[in-house]
T-cell receptor
Framework: SQTIHQWPATLVQPVGSPLSLECTVEGTSNPNLYWYRQAAGRGLQLLFY??????ISSEVPQNLSASRPQDRQFILSSKKLLLSDSGFYLC?????????????FGPGTRLTVL | KNQVEQSPQSLIILEGKNCTLQCNYTVSPFSNLRWYKQDTGRGPVSLTI?????NTKSNGRYTATLDADTKQSSLHITASQLSDSASYIC????????????FGDGTTLTVKP
């Protein structure tokens, strides 16, 4: 069966510090991968998606970046965090038959920028 | 503009009662509509997915309906349980458009004993 992992589960970082969140998927190959952010009490905002290694599409302009160094690994990064980067970050995967397929979400990372 | 609006924003019901959550969308062209359940501090979990030709789909005590003509969907929960307390998110996807799923802001359901 497929599983998706995210770490760390929680993170507290000072403004201006770098960020690296990691997501890995097991039990499937060539998945579509997604990064979302969810502000407190708000809906999910798609940040990045990837259809293959090294292929990243950005949905919103921001100081975040994403990379996919391996088929089942998706990394969210920032060189300098802002207060507004605080939120709940979710990674998701879907089958490669289409980007509108059902997405399966990881447990999330709670990021607090102070 | 592609939008998904959910109502009510929040809802409180007593255990054992039924409830219905609404989702209206303006996404076009339509591919599918999904309902997710998100427990506090967790990732969303898919409940149902419906394509254009489907107008109802059940998953246990959850029943989703879709009216593609009026662009409305509902999620009906029967015999609610305390564990149903969560945020319910409606997601609509467009045809052949990479990464283009539009998420609603969700309805927060609280089931009280």
């Amino acid at each position: 069966s497929q599983t998706i992992h995210q770490w760390p589960a929680t993170l507290v970082q000072p403004v201006g510090s770098p960020l690296s969140l990691e997501c890995t998927v097991e039990g499937t190959s060539n998945p579509n991968l997604y990064w979302y952010r969810q502000a407190a009490g708000r809906g999910l905002q798609l940040l990045f998606y990837s259809v293959g290694i090294g292929q990243i599409s950005s949905e919103v302009p921001q100081n975040l970046s994403a990379s996919r160094p391996q088929d089942r690994q998706f990394i969210l990064s920032s060189k300098k965090l802002l207060l507004s980067d605080s939120g709940f970050y979710l990674c998701a995967w879907s089958g490669s038959s289409g980007l509108s397929d059902t997405q399966y979400f990881g447990p999330g990372t709670r990021l607090t920028v102070l | 503009k592609n939008q998904v609006e959910q109502s009510p924003q929040s809802l409180i019901i007593l255990e054992g009662k039924n409830c219905t959550l609404q989702c209206n969308y303006t996404v076009s062209p339509f591919s599918n509509l999904r309902w997710y359940k998100q427990d506090t501090g967790r990732g969303p979990v898919s409940l149902t997915i419906m394509t254009f030709s489907e107008n109802t789909k059940s998953n246990g005590r959850y029943t989703a309906t879709l009216d593609a003509d009026t662009k409305q969907s509902s999620l009906h929960i029967t015999a609610s349980q305390l564990s149903d307390s969560a945020s319910y998110i409606c997601v609509v996807s467009r045809n052949y458009n990479a990464g283009k799923s539009t998420f609603g802001d969700g309805t927060t359901l609280t089931v009280k004993p």
